[in-house]
C-alpha cells in the first residue's frame, strides 16, 4: 500500500502509543481517528494532531482502514477485541487491518487474529522491543507475527515507525520471541542491581564500579540504560516494574507449559511483584534497585 492509501486509527495513546502517532502524523500519515480510555488524553493529543478524538474503540476503527493497538494487557485487549460489545473494534472489522504493539500473551493474538477473521479483518503483532525516544523517532525494533499477506500489508507504514523490521512467523510467534527478550533483560536488570546494591554497601565508588563493568564480563544493555539511574535514584518510566512483572510472568508461563524450571526468571519475577506491591509499579524497572541498595526501601 502506498502511504496515501493509509488512514489510521490509533487505540492506546500512552506514551509509547502518543509517540507513534507523532511520528506517523510527521511522515505524512493520515490519521483518522485516536481513542484512549482516558478521553481527556484522547482529545489533547486528537488537537494536536489535527484528527478525530474518538468516544470508544469501534469509533477509532470506522474511519479507518489500519488500526493501530497499545493497551496494557490480554484483558485490555480482549475487550477493546470483544465479540459482542458494540463498542468495539470489531463492529467495523471488515477489511481493516489491526495492527497490535503490546507486549501481550501469544495466545491472546492467536484469539484475536481468529477474532478478526470471522468479521472479515486482519492482523498483526508487531511486538517492539524499544522504548519511548524510538517510537518518537521512528527507530523501533519491531517484531511482527501474522499471516504473510498481512505483514506486507503492514510493512510500508511499519518502515515509517522502525529502523529494523522482522517477520518472525504465524501469529503467537513473534510474541513467544518479545517475551524472552523481556525474560532476559528484566534478569538482566535484577543482576545489575544486585552488583551495584552490593558495591554500595561494601562502599565502593559506583561509577568506577560501572566503568569497569562496562569494559569486562559484566556489560551489558541495561548497564547502558539503567546502571546511572540506579545509582541515583532516578526512576523517571521508560518501561515501568509492573510491566516487567507482567512480561516474566509471561515468559514464567510459556516455560511452565514446555515443562521447565527457570530459577533466575522466577525470582525476577517476585522481584518486580515485590515493586507492584509496595506501590512502585508505575516507576521504571530500574527502580528493582530499591530493592537491594542499602538503605532504601
Known amino acids: 500500500m502506498e502511504k496515501s492509501a493509509f488512514r489510521i486509527g490509533m487505540v492506546g495513546i500512552g506514551r509509547m502509543g502518543a509517540n507513534m502517532a507523532r511520528r506517523l502524523k510527521e511522515k505524512g500519515y493520515a490519521l483518522a481517528a485516536v481513542y484512549d480510555i482516558d478521553p481527556i488524553k484522547a482529545r489533547s493529543l486528537a488537537a494536536e ?3 478525530s478524538a474518538a468516544e470508544t474503540p469501534a469509533g ?7 488500526v493501530i493497538t497499545v493497551v496494557t494487557d490480554d484483558a485490555a485487549m480482549r475487550h477493546i477485541f470483544s465479540e459482542s460489545d458494540p463498542e468495539s473494534l470489531l463492529q467495523f472489522g471488515e477489511g481493516r487491518l489491526f495492527i497490535n504493539c503490546a507486549t501481550l500473551s501469544p495466545w ?6 481468529e477474532r478478526a477473521r470471522k468479521r472479515g479483518g486482519q492482523t498483526l503483532e508487531a511486538c517492539m522491543a524499544s522504548s519511548i525516544p524510538q517510537a518518537r523517532e521512528g527507530t523501533l525494533y519491531l517484531m511482527c507475527g501474522g499471516a504473510p499477506e498481512a505483514f506486507e500489508r ?4 511499519l518502515e515509517s515507525l522502525g529502523r529494523s523490521i522482522r517477520y518472525i512467523g504465524k501469529a503467537g510467534e513473534a510474541a513467544k520471541v518479545k517475551a524472552l527478550v523481556n525474560m532476559v533483560m528484566n534478569i538482566n536488570t535484577a543482576a545489575l542491581a544486585e552488583g551495584l546494591g552490593l558495591g554500595a554497601a ?19 544493555r541495561v548497564l547502558e540504560t539503567d546502571g546511572a539511574d ?14 516487567a512483572a507482567k512480561d516474566s510472568g509471561i515468559a514464567l508461563r510459556l516455560a511452565e507449559d514446555q515443562g521447565l524450571r ?18 512502585k509499579g508505575a ?5 528493582v534497585a530499591e530493592l537491594t541498595f542499602p538503605g532504601r526501601s
Open 262 to 279: 527457570l530459577p533466575l526468571a522466577k525470582a525476577t519475577f517476585e522481584q518486580y511483584g515485590r515493586l507492584v506491591e509496595i506501590g
Open 154 to 157: 503492514a510493512k510500508p507504514l
Open 283 to 287: 516507576l521504571d524497572k530500574s527502580a
Open 202 to 220: 561494601l562502599g565502593l565508588d559506583l561509577t568506577l564500579l560501572r566503568e569497569v563493568f562496562s569494559q569486562t564480563g559484566a556489560a551489558s
Open 49 to 51: 494532531l489535527g484528527c
Open 60 to 66: 477509532a476503527a470506522k474511519g479507518s482502514n489500519t
Open 230 to 243: 540506579m545509582q541515583k535514584r532516578d526512576h523517571e518510566c521508560y518501561f515501568s516494574a509492573e510491566h
Open 108 to 113: 491472546i493474538h492467536v484469539e484475536i487474529e
